[in-house]
């Protein structure tokens, strides 16, 4: 019996799920996130729509907990959009120093902080066309900002977690956030948008990390077929045949 299995074994196509988009599957990976992470939130922390399209930009290149440090003295020391678009900027470069890139991302937030006033009105737009006029804000600040803060699903935001884990769970073949989003957004409820980011990010930074993924300890173990799973509890097949 060990024989055939292992003669039969390189006739499979080892991490490769049948049908990885089927209805059932994508539903059971929904459940699985949902019940993993209830309620989960914006790992930023943030009092407004401001504060959260600042700590986004910042946390390009950058992990949330390490912005989570800067932001603290840098909204004391510069509290609304008007201050931080007349601060100096290598006073403001100084603050976010440590979140690496800061002079681009210095110049970003001064600039949107100088949009926000005097195009908006001291008020963070809350549309996708007018949040991308903001310097340093692209589509997953956008995204962020209208799904965290203003609860508005306009699309998916696709960290590199999202990228990695939408790619490992067969939901997606591209390799890049435009074309991963599009393609989530095709077969993720709009209902669910906004939560299964956040999902799938927690789930990125605590489980399915990079490298030596904790596929004992997964919630979403029995349906991922990923190559390069460290614990497995099924063959290198679909669990789902339907």
Not at 116 to 125: I, M
Not at 141 to 154: D, R
Not at 194 to 199: G, K, L, R, Y
Request: proline residues 7%; positive net charge.
């Amino acid at each position: 019996m060990n024989t055939q299995t292992l003669k039969a074994s390189p006739k499979k196509k080892p991490g490769k799920t049948k049908k990885p988009l089927a209805p059932e599957r994508i539903a059971a990976i929904l459940d699985a996130l949902a019940k993993t992470y209830p309620n989960v939130v914006c790992a930023l922390n943030h009092r407004s729509a401001w504060e959260l399209t600042v700590a986004t930009i910042l946390s390009a290149q950058c992990t949330d907990a390490r912005v989570n440090l800067v932001t603290p003295t840098l909204f004391k020391t510069y509290p609304t959009p008007k201050a931080m678009a007349e601060a100096s900027l290598p006073e403001l470069e100084e603050l976010i120093r440590t979140t690496g890139f800061f002079r681009n991302k210095a110049k970003s937030i001064q600039g949107a902080a100088r949009a926000v006033v005097e195009h908006f009105g001291n008020q963070v737009p809350q549309t996708m066309d007018e949040l991308l006029q903001l310097p340093g804000v692209a589509r997953k600040t956008a995204n962020v900002v209208l799904g965290s803060w203003y609860e508005i699903a306009v699309g998916v935001v696709v960290d590199t977690h999202v990228l990695r884990l939408s790619r490992r769970l067969e939901l997606t073949k591209n390799t890049t956030p435009e074309k991963v989003e599009q393609d989530l957004m095709k077969i993720i409820p709009q209902d669910r948008w906004i939560a299964f980011s956040h999902e799938l990010i927690h789930h990125g930074r605590q489980v399915c990390i990079a490298r030596n993924p904790r596929c004992a300890d997964c919630s979403l173990e029995t349906l991922c077929n990923s190559a390069d799973k460290t614990w497995t509890s099924h063959p290198r097949s679909s669990p789902l045949k339907a």
